[in-house]
């Protein structure tokens, strides 16, 4: 039986668009035994998918705190623990999805004799026996195109890659209570509004949710806000300003989040994990791209990517603009409201 070791230690909206692995693995090796190393935060995310046999998790933060209090000796027997264990797994395949030192010293310890290394950033690639780097892309970026170009270089069938990401039944639950708590009960359509992520040149604009909202309020969808508990603030200044307006920003946990995306009839949101969840889905999504563009193309019909190419973009983590963000203030409320409305004319 082969064993395979996926090495995606976060982030949030990564390790969705890796989860495409996954399916594509199955298919290749269908009796294979996978497991995914992940840190804390991301864990929720895999959590709950029945075709992974294992899900492994870092505790980085704890032994970082260790390392902050010096407490050297039980950092060492925690690292030769986990590398024992690690190693008992004995992984025949280890994939660096990440491509970075830290992901690539721990696909080096599972003493795998077979490393992937993803692009290999940071001279990672040195401790893995090859390198996978995927060729430009010949036309719109297609979404988890670096994980597409690693499955086809291992073999995986043609169209074995889908975003992968499993739902549980506890959550389901605990997210459904949450919304009905909040007004929206079963068979009540909403849509969930992601405006929130790590970089402010990647957000779109407060009052441009808020008129969004009232939009989607007055043609019937409950405007359902969602993040994390560092969003509270920001929502609770969309929310100030739309009546009716539903705000569970740092309410729910990561895999309630999840439940809680595939229960909408659409998602409106930035580049985020929570977007790339709602493609993932399959729910009718509308992305905002400005200064990044993680891809063009989300292989599914039922969501639409709204990016506009300036001279400038994307520039990533350097914004030229002086905190204007005219790639982001190009989408107008209507404009995103008429894409919102087109993709949920199939199901009306």
Excluded at 2 to 10: A, F, N, T
Excluded at 81 to 103: H, M, P, V
Excluded at 107 to 116: M, Q, T, V
Aim: charged content about 25%; hydrophobic content about 45%; some cysteine.
């Amino acid at each position: 039986m082969k064993r395979i070791l996926i090495v995606r230690l976060s982030a949030i909206g990564d390790v969705v668009m890796a989860s495409g692995l996954i399916p594509a693995l199955r298919a290749l090796h269908p009796d294979a035994r996978i497991a995914w190393l992940v840190e804390p935060a991301a864990a929720p995310l895999l959590a709950h998918n029945p075709r992974l046999d294992e899900v492994i998790v870092w505790p980085r933060g704890e032994w970082q705190q260790l390392w902050r209090e010096r407490r050297y000796t039980e950092l060492w027997r925690r690292l030769r623990e986990f590398r024992r264990a690690l190693r008992a797994q004995r992984i025949d395949l280890a994939l660096d999805t990440q491509g970075l030192l830290k992901s690539a010293v721990w696909s080096w310890l599972s003493g795998a004799p077979r490393r992937l290394s993803l692009i290999g950033r940071e001279q990672s690639h040195r401790l893995a026996t090859e390198r996978v780097v995927p060729p430009p892309d010949a036309g719109p970026r297609p979404i988890g195109a670096e994980y597409r170009h690693l499955a086809r270089h291992l073999g995986a069938p043609e169209g074995s890659f889908r975003l992968d990401l499993a739902v549980g039944a506890a959550p389901r639950a605990r997210a459904h209570e949450r919304l009905a708590a909040a007004g929206v009960s079963a068979g009540v359509r909403y849509v969930t509004l992601c405006p929130f992520t790590t970089r402010p040149q990647k957000h779109w604009f407060e009052d441009r949710w808020q008129a969004l909202a009232r939009r989607c309020r007055d043609a019937g969808l409950v405007p359902v806000l969602l993040g994390g508990p560092g969003d509270r603030t920001a929502a609770a200044r969309i929310a100030a300003g739309v009546p009716g307006l539903v705000d569970l920003a740092g309410a729910l946990k990561l895999d309630e989040t999840v439940a809680a995306i595939e229960g909408a009839a659409l998602l409106i949101g930035v580049d985020t994990g929570l977007t790339h969840m709602g493609t993932a889905l399959e729910v009718p999504t509308v992305a905002l791209f400005g200064s990044t563009c993680p891809y063009r193309d989300p292989r599914t019909p039922r969501s639409v990517v709204l990016y506009e190419q300036l001279d400038c973009s994307p520039c990533q983590r350097h914004p030229t603009c002086d905190g204007r963000f005219d790639c982001m203030r190009a989408f107008e409320v209507d404009r995103v409201f008429a894409e919102a409305s087109r993709l949920l004319e199939p199901a009306a």
